[in-house]
């Protein structure tokens, strides 16, 4: 019992440190050292909309070619789905994969960010683009 009390508090601390939301968080399956995820204020936007703007944005041949500083967008009703590249941003050897596109896009909206219901953005370690997960009327560069 001595044992089982001081480990059950250092996890009960490590799991409260990840599940804050005022923070980036951090995915248990992916590695903290790739990815950033971010929360920001209500959304007004349904989940199911951003589901599927988040479908959209993933099987565009615009996400694949995207060159650096730009921004694309895909959108369905309520939501909006925004990535936006970086000066930094190398599309030859570096552009964005579709399939862990989508896994980082579904953890961050699905899971941290309290079930689809804040504003989400996402960005790989070295911030060669982001992406935000919106209602309609966020514009790139307003507060999130």
């Known amino acids: 019992m001595r044992f089982l009390l001081p480990l059950m508090s250092v996890l009960s601390l490590a799991g409260a440190n990840f599940l804050r939301h005022n923070m980036p968080g951090w995915s248990p ?3 903290s050292s ?4 971010g929360c920001g204020t209500n959304t007004t936007a349904a989940r199911s909309d951003c589901e599927h703007a988040l479908n959209i944005a993933i099987h565009s041949p615009r996400l694949v070619k995207i060159q650096k500083n ?3 967008w895909s959108w369905f009703r309520s939501c909006k789905v925004t990535v936006a590249t970086q000066e930094n941003f190398d599309p030859v050897s570096g552009p964005i994969q579709t399939d862990e596109f989508r896994d980082i896009a579904n953890w961050g909206f ?3 960010c309290d079930l689809g219901m804040q504003r989400t953005y996402f ?3 070295n911030h060669t683009w ?3 997960v919106t209602e309609m009327a966020w514009k790139y560069g307003n507060n999130f």
Do not use: C, D, F, R
């Open 29 to 31: 399956s992916y590695n």
């Open 34 to 37: 790739t990815y950033y995820w």
């Open 70 to 72: 730009q921004s694309i």
């Open 110 to 112: 699905g899971s941290l």
């Open 123 to 125: 960005t790989p370690q």
């Open 130 to 132: 982001y992406a935000y």
